[in-house]
Protein backbone atom coordinates (compact mmCIF):
# COMPACT_ATOMS: atom_id res chain seq x y z
CA UNK A 1 0.00 0.00 0.00
CA UNK A 2 2.87 2.33 0.30
CA UNK A 3 3.03 3.34 -3.46
CA UNK A 4 -0.84 4.22 -2.84
CA UNK A 5 -0.59 6.56 0.06
CA UNK A 6 2.59 8.06 -1.29
CA UNK A 7 -0.05 8.62 -4.50
CA UNK A 8 -2.79 10.17 -1.94
CA UNK A 9 -0.60 12.25 0.33
CA UNK A 10 1.14 14.05 -2.77
CA UNK A 11 -1.95 14.25 -4.21
CA UNK A 12 -3.41 16.38 -0.42
CA UNK A 13 -0.23 18.23 -0.81
CA UNK A 14 -0.15 19.43 -4.48
CA UNK A 15 -3.59 20.59 -3.33
CA UNK A 16 -2.11 22.42 -0.72
CA UNK A 17 0.88 24.08 -3.00
CA UNK A 18 -1.83 25.12 -4.99
CA UNK A 19 -4.37 26.46 -2.40
CA UNK A 20 -1.44 28.64 -1.19
CA UNK A 21 -0.75 30.16 -4.77
CA UNK A 22 -4.25 31.54 -4.54
CA UNK A 23 -4.83 33.60 -1.26
CA UNK A 24 -7.89 34.71 -2.21
CA UNK A 25 -9.56 31.03 -2.93
CA UNK A 26 -7.86 29.67 0.40
CA UNK A 27 -9.83 32.66 2.27
CA UNK A 28 -12.78 31.75 0.87
CA UNK A 29 -12.53 28.17 1.83
CA UNK A 30 -11.55 28.83 5.61
CA UNK A 31 -14.84 31.21 5.36
CA UNK A 32 -16.52 28.30 4.48
CA UNK A 33 -15.78 26.10 6.89
CA UNK A 34 -16.21 28.98 9.16
CA UNK A 35 -19.84 29.00 7.95
CA UNK A 36 -20.68 25.82 8.11
CA UNK A 37 -19.79 25.42 11.30
CA UNK A 38 -21.58 28.13 12.42
CA UNK A 39 -24.41 26.47 11.03
CA UNK A 40 -24.12 23.57 12.42
CA UNK A 41 -24.07 25.23 16.14
CA UNK A 42 -26.91 27.77 15.32
CA UNK A 43 -28.76 24.48 14.19
CA UNK A 44 -28.60 22.87 17.53
CA UNK A 45 -29.26 25.71 19.56
CA UNK A 46 -32.13 27.33 17.67
CA UNK A 47 -35.39 26.04 18.94
CA UNK A 48 -36.87 23.01 16.21
CA UNK A 49 -39.88 23.71 14.29
CA UNK A 50 -40.06 26.87 14.84
CA UNK A 51 -41.63 27.62 11.22
CA UNK A 52 -43.73 24.61 10.74
CA UNK A 53 -44.35 21.77 13.26
CA UNK A 54 -44.02 18.87 10.91
CA UNK A 55 -44.57 15.42 12.66
CA UNK A 56 -42.94 12.48 13.07
CA UNK A 57 -44.93 10.53 10.17
CA UNK A 58 -44.28 13.54 7.80
CA UNK A 59 -40.19 12.92 9.02
CA UNK A 60 -40.66 9.26 8.24
CA UNK A 61 -42.62 9.32 4.62
CA UNK A 62 -39.71 11.72 3.62
CA UNK A 63 -37.16 9.13 4.61
CA UNK A 64 -38.74 6.43 3.02
CA UNK A 65 -38.99 8.47 0.12
CA UNK A 66 -35.71 9.60 -0.31
CA UNK A 67 -33.88 6.03 0.77
CA UNK A 68 -36.26 4.15 -2.25
CA UNK A 69 -35.30 6.94 -4.76
CA UNK A 70 -31.95 6.39 -4.01
CA UNK A 71 -31.61 2.61 -4.31
CA UNK A 72 -33.50 2.92 -7.13
CA UNK A 73 -31.15 5.22 -9.05
CA UNK A 74 -28.22 3.64 -7.75
CA UNK A 75 -29.42 0.14 -9.00
CA UNK A 76 -30.43 1.34 -12.01
CA UNK A 77 -27.36 3.13 -12.54
CA UNK A 78 -25.32 0.11 -11.52
CA UNK A 79 -27.54 -1.87 -14.10
CA UNK A 80 -26.76 0.49 -16.81
CA UNK A 81 -23.17 2.02 -16.57
CA UNK A 82 -21.91 0.94 -13.12
CA UNK A 83 -19.84 2.93 -10.74
CA UNK A 84 -16.16 3.63 -10.41
CA UNK A 85 -13.68 5.23 -7.50
CA UNK A 86 -11.72 5.75 -10.01
CA UNK A 87 -10.27 8.78 -13.20
CA UNK A 88 -8.30 7.89 -16.02
CA UNK A 89 -5.03 8.71 -14.12
CA UNK A 90 -5.78 6.04 -11.64
CA UNK A 91 -6.37 3.44 -15.37
CA UNK A 92 -3.28 4.82 -16.52
CA UNK A 93 -0.57 4.71 -13.71
CA UNK A 94 -2.41 2.34 -10.78
CA UNK A 95 -4.11 -0.28 -13.04
CA UNK A 96 -1.14 -1.06 -14.64
CA UNK A 97 0.81 -1.04 -11.43
CA UNK A 98 2.48 -4.40 -9.69
CA UNK A 99 0.32 -3.96 -6.90
CA UNK A 100 -2.93 -6.20 -5.89
CA UNK A 101 -6.52 -5.77 -6.96
CA UNK A 102 -7.35 -5.77 -3.30
CA UNK A 103 -4.72 -2.51 -2.31
CA UNK A 104 -6.28 -0.77 -5.52
CA UNK A 105 -9.83 -1.10 -4.49
CA UNK A 106 -9.02 -0.21 -0.74
CA UNK A 107 -7.13 2.76 -2.34
CA UNK A 108 -10.64 3.66 -4.87
CA UNK A 109 -12.28 3.57 -1.74
CA UNK A 110 -10.46 6.28 0.55
CA UNK A 111 -10.56 8.26 -2.69
CA UNK A 112 -14.61 7.64 -2.82
CA UNK A 113 -15.24 8.97 0.62
CA UNK A 114 -13.44 12.08 0.00
CA UNK A 115 -15.70 13.29 -2.79
CA UNK A 116 -18.68 11.90 -0.91
CA UNK A 117 -17.65 14.64 2.27
CA UNK A 118 -18.55 17.26 -0.56
CA UNK A 119 -22.43 16.32 -0.11
CA UNK A 120 -22.06 16.27 3.28
CA UNK A 121 -20.55 19.29 3.08
CA UNK A 122 -23.74 20.79 1.02
CA UNK A 123 -26.08 18.98 3.50
CA UNK A 124 -25.02 21.01 6.37
CA UNK A 125 -25.77 24.23 4.59
CA UNK A 126 -29.60 22.85 4.78
CA UNK A 127 -29.49 21.81 8.44
CA UNK A 128 -31.85 25.01 9.11
CA UNK A 129 -34.42 24.56 7.15
CA UNK A 130 -35.09 20.76 8.37
CA UNK A 131 -34.86 22.10 11.88
CA UNK A 132 -37.37 24.39 10.93
CA UNK A 133 -39.92 22.15 9.17
CA UNK A 134 -39.44 19.15 11.28
CA UNK A 135 -38.79 18.02 14.71
CA UNK A 136 -35.12 16.75 14.55
CA UNK A 137 -33.49 16.65 17.81
CA UNK A 138 -30.02 17.99 18.29
CA UNK A 139 -28.25 14.81 18.30
CA UNK A 140 -30.51 14.00 15.47
CA UNK A 141 -28.06 16.58 13.40
CA UNK A 142 -25.28 14.30 13.53
CA UNK A 143 -26.97 10.89 12.74
CA UNK A 144 -28.41 12.86 9.52
CA UNK A 145 -24.84 14.19 8.21
CA UNK A 146 -23.27 10.56 8.80
CA UNK A 147 -26.15 8.48 7.66
CA UNK A 148 -26.03 10.69 4.12
CA UNK A 149 -22.42 10.21 4.30
CA UNK A 150 -23.36 6.51 4.60
CA UNK A 151 -25.80 5.88 2.07
CA UNK A 152 -23.83 7.59 -0.75
CA UNK A 153 -20.78 5.26 -0.10
CA UNK A 154 -22.64 2.28 0.16
CA UNK A 155 -25.00 3.02 -3.21
CA UNK A 156 -21.32 3.56 -5.16
CA UNK A 157 -20.39 0.03 -3.66
CA UNK A 158 -23.94 -1.21 -4.80
CA UNK A 159 -23.79 0.08 -8.42
CA UNK A 160 -20.06 -1.26 -9.02
CA UNK A 161 -21.72 -4.66 -7.53
CA UNK A 162 -24.89 -4.65 -9.58
CA UNK A 163 -22.90 -3.89 -12.83
CA UNK A 164 -20.63 -6.90 -11.96
CA UNK A 165 -23.39 -9.25 -11.80
CA UNK A 166 -25.53 -8.06 -14.69
CA UNK A 167 -22.46 -7.35 -16.90
CA UNK A 168 -21.67 -10.91 -17.89
CA UNK A 169 -24.62 -11.10 -20.38
CA UNK A 170 -27.06 -8.15 -22.23
CA UNK A 171 -30.10 -10.67 -21.31
CA UNK A 172 -29.16 -10.39 -17.72
CA UNK A 173 -28.86 -6.64 -17.65
CA UNK A 174 -32.16 -6.67 -19.58
CA UNK A 175 -33.99 -9.14 -17.31
CA UNK A 176 -32.50 -6.87 -14.24
CA UNK A 177 -33.74 -3.82 -15.30
CA UNK A 178 -37.32 -5.37 -16.12
CA UNK A 179 -37.15 -6.99 -12.97
CA UNK A 180 -36.08 -3.73 -11.02
CA UNK A 181 -39.15 -1.50 -12.77
CA UNK A 182 -41.98 -4.23 -11.74
CA UNK A 183 -40.56 -3.91 -8.26
CA UNK A 184 -40.83 -0.22 -8.13
CA UNK A 185 -43.72 -0.09 -11.25
CA UNK A 186 -45.64 -2.48 -7.97
CA UNK A 187 -44.96 -0.16 -5.61
CA UNK A 188 -46.58 3.16 -7.48
CA UNK A 189 -49.35 0.90 -8.13
CA UNK A 190 -49.67 0.32 -4.36
CA UNK A 191 -49.13 4.20 -3.79
CA UNK A 192 -52.53 5.37 -5.80
CA UNK A 193 -54.35 2.19 -4.34
CA UNK A 194 -54.35 4.16 -1.33
CA UNK A 195 -54.80 7.33 -2.69
CA UNK A 196 -57.76 6.22 -3.88
CA UNK A 197 -58.78 4.05 -0.89
CA UNK A 198 -58.35 7.31 1.54
CA UNK A 199 -59.60 10.19 -1.07
CA UNK A 200 -56.67 11.87 0.00
CA UNK A 201 -53.38 11.97 -1.87
CA UNK A 202 -51.32 12.92 1.47
CA UNK A 203 -53.12 9.99 3.76
CA UNK A 204 -52.13 7.60 0.97
CA UNK A 205 -48.49 8.29 0.56
CA UNK A 206 -48.11 8.78 4.23
CA UNK A 207 -49.47 5.36 4.83
CA UNK A 208 -47.62 3.65 2.34
CA UNK A 209 -44.30 5.21 3.01
CA UNK A 210 -44.85 4.67 6.94
CA UNK A 211 -46.01 1.50 6.58
CA UNK A 212 -43.90 -1.27 8.83
CA UNK A 213 -43.18 -3.77 6.07
CA UNK A 214 -40.94 -1.40 5.03
CA UNK A 215 -38.71 -2.10 8.04
CA UNK A 216 -38.06 -5.67 7.43
CA UNK A 217 -36.72 -4.90 3.52
CA UNK A 218 -32.70 -5.29 4.70
CA UNK A 219 -31.07 -2.64 4.20
CA UNK A 220 -33.74 -0.35 3.54
CA UNK A 221 -35.42 -1.06 6.59
CA UNK A 222 -32.10 -0.73 8.37
CA UNK A 223 -31.65 2.42 7.28
CA UNK A 224 -34.72 4.01 7.89
CA UNK A 225 -34.52 2.82 11.78
CA UNK A 226 -31.18 5.03 11.63
CA UNK A 227 -32.36 8.07 9.75
CA UNK A 228 -35.59 7.60 12.50
CA UNK A 229 -33.33 8.07 15.56
CA UNK A 230 -32.73 11.53 14.96
CA UNK A 231 -36.39 12.47 15.81
CA UNK A 232 -36.89 9.28 18.06
CA UNK A 233 -33.50 9.38 20.00
CA UNK A 234 -31.11 7.23 20.47
CA UNK A 235 -32.14 3.33 21.43
CA UNK A 236 -30.66 0.28 20.94
CA UNK A 237 -32.82 -0.29 17.81
CA UNK A 238 -30.03 2.37 16.42
CA UNK A 239 -27.17 0.63 17.71
CA UNK A 240 -28.20 -2.94 16.07
CA UNK A 241 -29.48 -1.42 12.65
CA UNK A 242 -26.69 0.45 12.56
CA UNK A 243 -24.46 -2.96 13.02
CA UNK A 244 -26.92 -4.27 10.30
CA UNK A 245 -26.08 -1.34 7.75
CA UNK A 246 -22.34 -1.62 8.38
CA UNK A 247 -22.03 -5.23 7.57
CA UNK A 248 -23.82 -5.22 4.60
CA UNK A 249 -21.53 -2.58 3.50
CA UNK A 250 -18.66 -5.34 4.51
CA UNK A 251 -20.77 -7.92 2.79
CA UNK A 252 -21.15 -6.07 -0.72
CA UNK A 253 -17.08 -5.18 -0.53
CA UNK A 254 -16.39 -8.71 -0.09
CA UNK A 255 -19.09 -9.64 -2.59
CA UNK A 256 -17.38 -7.45 -5.42
CA UNK A 257 -13.88 -8.50 -4.40
CA UNK A 258 -14.84 -12.17 -4.39
CA UNK A 259 -17.50 -12.02 -7.55
CA UNK A 260 -14.69 -10.88 -10.18
CA UNK A 261 -11.15 -10.58 -8.60
CA UNK A 262 -10.20 -8.72 -12.11
CA UNK A 263 -12.48 -6.15 -11.82
CA UNK A 264 -10.73 -3.26 -13.67
CA UNK A 265 -12.35 -3.77 -16.95
CA UNK A 266 -15.99 -3.34 -15.38
CA UNK A 267 -15.16 0.45 -13.69
CA UNK A 268 -13.50 1.08 -17.42
CA UNK A 269 -16.67 2.39 -18.70
CA UNK A 270 -18.27 4.38 -15.83
CA UNK A 271 -14.45 5.68 -15.77
CA UNK A 272 -15.00 7.23 -18.63
CA UNK A 273 -18.55 8.46 -18.32
CA UNK A 274 -17.37 10.09 -14.52
CA UNK A 275 -14.25 12.27 -16.68
CA UNK A 276 -17.09 13.49 -19.55
CA UNK A 277 -19.37 14.71 -16.70
CA UNK A 278 -16.10 16.00 -14.97
CA UNK A 279 -15.12 17.89 -18.42
CA UNK A 280 -18.75 19.09 -18.65
CA UNK A 281 -19.25 20.84 -15.47
CA UNK A 282 -16.05 21.90 -15.74
CA UNK A 283 -16.94 24.06 -18.99
CA UNK A 284 -20.15 24.91 -17.78
CA UNK A 285 -22.54 22.33 -18.80
CA UNK A 286 -25.21 20.66 -16.73
CA UNK A 287 -25.14 16.79 -16.97
CA UNK A 288 -29.14 15.88 -16.10
CA UNK A 289 -29.51 15.00 -19.57
CA UNK A 290 -25.60 13.36 -20.48
CA UNK A 291 -25.55 10.62 -22.90
CA UNK A 292 -29.48 10.16 -22.45
CA UNK A 293 -31.08 13.17 -25.45
CA UNK A 294 -31.78 11.66 -28.87
CA UNK A 295 -31.61 15.12 -31.15
CA UNK A 296 -33.79 15.10 -34.64
CA UNK A 297 -32.91 15.87 -37.46
CA UNK A 298 -34.27 19.41 -38.40
CA UNK A 299 -33.72 21.83 -41.50
CA UNK A 300 -31.92 24.87 -39.40
CA UNK A 301 -34.58 28.00 -41.07
CA UNK A 302 -33.87 31.20 -39.35
CA UNK A 303 -30.28 31.75 -38.18
CA UNK A 304 -30.57 35.65 -36.69
CA UNK A 305 -28.26 38.58 -37.76
CA UNK A 306 -25.80 39.32 -35.82
CA UNK A 307 -25.30 39.35 -31.85
CA UNK A 308 -28.87 37.61 -32.02
CA UNK A 309 -27.27 34.63 -34.00
CA UNK A 310 -26.62 33.17 -30.73
CA UNK A 311 -30.27 33.25 -29.72
CA UNK A 312 -31.54 31.32 -32.44
CA UNK A 313 -28.23 28.25 -32.43
CA UNK A 314 -29.89 27.47 -28.75
CA UNK A 315 -32.89 28.06 -29.98
CA UNK A 316 -32.02 25.21 -32.88
CA UNK A 317 -30.72 22.95 -30.19
CA UNK A 318 -33.68 22.81 -27.92
CA UNK A 319 -35.67 22.01 -31.32
CA UNK A 320 -33.64 19.40 -32.39
CA UNK A 321 -33.90 17.88 -28.58
CA UNK A 322 -37.75 17.81 -28.17
CA UNK A 323 -40.45 20.35 -27.54
CA UNK A 324 -38.64 23.56 -27.21
CA UNK A 325 -37.49 24.39 -23.75
CA UNK A 326 -39.81 21.70 -22.42
CA UNK A 327 -37.68 18.53 -20.60
CA UNK A 328 -36.88 16.81 -17.37
CA UNK A 329 -36.24 19.94 -15.74
CA UNK A 330 -39.83 20.95 -16.70
CA UNK A 331 -41.34 17.90 -15.47
CA UNK A 332 -39.33 17.94 -12.07
CA UNK A 333 -39.92 21.26 -11.45
CA UNK A 334 -44.02 20.61 -11.62
CA UNK A 335 -43.86 17.81 -9.18
CA UNK A 336 -41.70 19.76 -7.00
CA UNK A 337 -44.38 22.26 -7.49
CA UNK A 338 -47.53 19.95 -6.56
CA UNK A 339 -45.53 18.21 -3.75
CA UNK A 340 -45.03 21.16 -1.68
CA UNK A 341 -49.01 21.40 -1.07
CA UNK A 342 -48.19 18.38 0.92
CA UNK A 343 -45.46 18.58 2.42
CA UNK A 344 -45.91 22.17 3.74
CA UNK A 345 -49.03 22.58 6.24
CA UNK A 346 -50.98 25.24 5.11
CA UNK A 347 -49.06 25.52 2.05
CA UNK A 348 -50.29 28.43 -0.42
CA UNK A 349 -49.32 29.62 -3.73
CA UNK A 350 -46.57 31.55 -2.54
CA UNK A 351 -45.12 28.43 -0.45
CA UNK A 352 -44.98 26.97 -4.19
CA UNK A 353 -43.31 30.34 -5.07
CA UNK A 354 -40.63 30.28 -2.67
CA UNK A 355 -39.87 26.58 -2.91
CA UNK A 356 -39.37 26.71 -6.54
CA UNK A 357 -37.27 29.42 -6.25
CA UNK A 358 -35.14 28.04 -3.85
CA UNK A 359 -34.67 24.72 -6.30
CA UNK A 360 -34.48 26.71 -9.27
CA UNK A 361 -30.57 27.87 -8.01
CA UNK A 362 -29.57 24.79 -8.30
CA UNK A 363 -31.11 23.88 -11.49
CA UNK A 364 -29.59 27.23 -13.12
CA UNK A 365 -26.66 25.28 -13.94
CA UNK A 366 -27.51 22.98 -16.46
CA UNK A 367 -28.20 26.73 -18.31
CA UNK A 368 -26.97 26.85 -21.89
CA UNK A 369 -24.96 30.49 -21.73
CA UNK A 370 -22.01 29.01 -19.75
CA UNK A 371 -21.15 26.81 -22.61
CA UNK A 372 -20.78 30.27 -24.77
CA UNK A 373 -17.61 31.12 -22.74
CA UNK A 374 -15.92 28.04 -23.78
CA UNK A 375 -16.33 28.89 -28.06
CA UNK A 376 -14.11 31.56 -29.34
CA UNK A 377 -16.84 33.07 -31.89
CA UNK A 378 -18.58 34.76 -29.37
CA UNK A 379 -15.40 36.90 -28.54
CA UNK A 380 -15.12 37.35 -32.13
CA UNK A 381 -18.75 38.60 -33.65
CA UNK A 382 -18.57 42.46 -33.74
CA UNK A 383 -21.14 43.44 -31.73
CA UNK A 384 -20.99 44.87 -28.39
CA UNK A 385 -20.64 42.52 -25.45
CA UNK A 386 -23.80 43.88 -23.45
CA UNK A 387 -25.81 42.81 -26.34
CA UNK A 388 -23.65 39.59 -27.26
CA UNK A 389 -24.48 38.73 -23.71
CA UNK A 390 -27.81 39.12 -23.46
CA UNK A 391 -29.02 36.63 -26.42
CA UNK A 392 -26.60 34.30 -25.16
CA UNK A 393 -28.87 34.15 -21.50
CA UNK A 394 -32.19 34.74 -23.43
CA UNK A 395 -32.52 31.40 -24.23
CA UNK A 396 -32.79 30.22 -20.68
CA UNK A 397 -34.83 32.92 -19.48
CA UNK A 398 -37.58 31.69 -21.85
CA UNK A 399 -36.78 28.19 -20.75
CA UNK A 400 -37.91 29.59 -17.37
CA UNK A 401 -40.41 31.10 -18.43
CA UNK A 402 -42.38 28.05 -19.91
CA UNK A 403 -41.07 25.81 -17.17
CA UNK A 404 -42.83 28.77 -14.49
CA UNK A 405 -46.06 28.83 -17.47
CA UNK A 406 -46.43 25.37 -16.37
CA UNK A 407 -45.63 25.10 -12.80
CA UNK A 408 -48.33 27.98 -12.00
CA UNK A 409 -50.91 27.36 -13.96
CA UNK A 410 -51.19 23.66 -12.67
CA UNK A 411 -50.71 24.74 -9.49
CA UNK A 412 -52.73 28.14 -9.55
CA UNK A 413 -55.49 25.68 -10.71
CA UNK A 414 -54.98 23.52 -7.49
CA UNK A 415 -55.04 26.60 -4.88
CA UNK A 416 -57.90 27.64 -6.96
CA UNK A 417 -56.30 31.15 -7.27
CA UNK A 418 -57.23 34.39 -9.35
CA UNK A 419 -55.45 35.06 -12.79
CA UNK A 420 -53.43 37.56 -11.41
CA UNK A 421 -51.51 35.94 -8.88
CA UNK A 422 -50.89 32.90 -11.23
CA UNK A 423 -49.64 35.68 -13.92
CA UNK A 424 -47.70 37.49 -10.42
CA UNK A 425 -46.19 34.22 -9.39
CA UNK A 426 -45.05 33.17 -13.61
CA UNK A 427 -42.93 37.05 -13.43
CA UNK A 428 -41.80 36.78 -10.20
CA UNK A 429 -39.96 32.85 -11.15
CA UNK A 430 -38.79 33.80 -14.46
CA UNK A 431 -37.18 37.45 -12.50
CA UNK A 432 -35.60 34.91 -9.92
CA UNK A 433 -34.54 32.81 -12.70
CA UNK A 434 -32.60 36.44 -14.32
CA UNK A 435 -30.89 36.67 -11.10
CA UNK A 436 -29.27 33.46 -10.77
CA UNK A 437 -28.27 33.45 -14.69
CA UNK A 438 -26.80 37.11 -14.19
CA UNK A 439 -25.29 36.27 -10.86
CA UNK A 440 -23.59 33.49 -12.28
CA UNK A 441 -22.40 35.84 -14.76
CA UNK A 442 -20.80 38.65 -12.08
CA UNK A 443 -19.23 35.55 -10.19
CA UNK A 444 -17.36 34.16 -13.17
CA UNK A 445 -16.40 38.40 -14.34
CA UNK A 446 -15.39 39.07 -10.70
CA UNK A 447 -13.14 35.84 -10.28
CA UNK A 448 -13.28 33.96 -13.67
CA UNK A 449 -12.11 30.38 -12.92
CA UNK A 450 -12.19 29.21 -9.48
CA UNK A 451 -10.23 26.58 -8.05
CA UNK A 452 -12.58 23.72 -8.09
CA UNK A 453 -16.47 23.69 -9.76
CA UNK A 454 -17.27 23.19 -5.69
CA UNK A 455 -16.17 26.05 -4.68
CA UNK A 456 -17.85 27.98 -7.68
CA UNK A 457 -21.10 26.77 -6.93
CA UNK A 458 -20.34 28.39 -3.08
CA UNK A 459 -19.47 32.04 -4.80
CA UNK A 460 -22.06 31.96 -6.70
CA UNK A 461 -24.62 31.09 -4.37
CA UNK A 462 -22.78 33.60 -1.74
CA UNK A 463 -23.32 36.78 -4.53
CA UNK A 464 -26.85 35.47 -5.30
CA UNK A 465 -28.10 35.74 -2.09
CA UNK A 466 -26.34 39.15 -1.07
CA UNK A 467 -28.21 40.37 -4.32
CA UNK A 468 -31.92 39.12 -3.74
CA UNK A 469 -31.86 39.38 -0.11
CA UNK A 470 -32.57 43.53 -0.64
CA UNK A 471 -36.08 42.41 -2.96
CA UNK A 472 -36.54 39.18 -0.46
CA UNK A 473 -37.22 40.57 3.34
CA UNK A 474 -39.90 43.14 2.44
CA UNK A 475 -41.73 40.93 -0.17
CA UNK A 476 -42.10 37.87 2.48
CA UNK A 477 -42.55 40.63 5.43
CA UNK A 478 -45.63 41.83 3.60
CA UNK A 479 -46.70 38.59 2.16
CA UNK A 480 -46.71 36.84 6.09
CA UNK A 481 -48.63 40.08 7.52
CA UNK A 482 -50.66 40.93 4.96
CA UNK A 483 -52.74 37.37 5.24
CA UNK A 484 -55.67 37.45 3.25
CA UNK A 485 -55.45 40.98 2.25
CA UNK A 486 -55.07 40.79 -1.65
CA UNK A 487 -53.90 44.52 -2.45
CA UNK A 488 -51.15 43.61 0.18
CA UNK A 489 -49.93 40.52 -1.97
CA UNK A 490 -50.00 42.22 -4.80
CA UNK A 491 -47.31 44.75 -3.77
CA UNK A 492 -45.22 41.49 -2.52
CA UNK A 493 -45.46 40.45 -5.70
CA UNK A 494 -44.90 43.97 -7.45
CA UNK A 495 -41.83 44.65 -5.09
CA UNK A 496 -40.09 41.28 -6.01
CA UNK A 497 -40.60 41.59 -9.51
CA UNK A 498 -39.86 45.51 -9.99
CA UNK A 499 -36.58 44.60 -7.81
CA UNK A 500 -35.26 41.52 -9.75
CA UNK A 501 -35.94 43.21 -13.11
CA UNK A 502 -33.61 46.29 -12.09
CA UNK A 503 -30.95 44.29 -10.30
CA UNK A 504 -30.43 41.85 -13.31
CA UNK A 505 -30.33 45.22 -15.81
CA UNK A 506 -27.52 46.72 -13.56
CA UNK A 507 -25.43 43.12 -13.35
CA UNK A 508 -25.79 42.92 -17.35
CA UNK A 509 -24.36 46.05 -17.39
CA UNK A 510 -21.85 45.98 -14.52
CA UNK A 511 -20.53 42.34 -16.33
CA UNK A 512 -20.62 43.35 -20.17
CA UNK A 513 -16.93 43.04 -20.03
CA UNK A 514 -16.95 38.95 -19.50
CA UNK A 515 -17.06 38.89 -23.53
CA UNK A 516 -14.10 41.11 -24.23
CA UNK A 517 -11.28 39.13 -23.04
CA UNK A 518 -10.51 35.47 -24.20
CA UNK A 519 -7.62 34.32 -21.29
CA UNK A 520 -10.79 35.44 -18.37
CA UNK A 521 -12.58 32.85 -19.52
Known amino acids: MKPLFYILRKMLKNYVKDLKKKPGTLILYIFLVLMMVAVIVSSILMPQGNLFNGSIDTYGAIVSGILLAVIYLGIKQGIVSGSSFFRFADVNLVFTAPISSTKVLVYGFIKQLSSTLFFVFFLVFQIPNLRNFLPITKLGILIILLSTFLLIFTMSIIGLVTYSITSKSKKRRVLSEKLLNIIFAGFGILLLYNIYKFKDFSKGVMNVLNSEILYYIPFIGWFKRVLMAAVLGLSP ?33 ATERNEELIKLKKSGKGNINFNKKKFRKLKSGEMGNGANAIF ?103 FKCNPIIIASSILAYVSFGSIYIYGDVLSRKLFGGTHSKNLEVFIKMGITFLIILPGLIPSIIIMVISKDNMTMQYLSYAILIIYNVLASGIILLLSKGILETLEMN
Not at 240 to 269: P, R
Not at 354 to 382: A, D, H, R, T, V
Request: proline share 3%.
Open 237 to 269: TFYINLLLCLAFIGLMIFTMYKLNADYYEDVLD
Open 312 to 414: YRQLLEYRKSGIPFVDKITLIMLIIGIGSKYIFPEASMSTVLYFSIYMLFFFSFQGKWGQELSKPYIYLIPYSSASKLFFATIADILKNTVDAIVLFTVTGIM
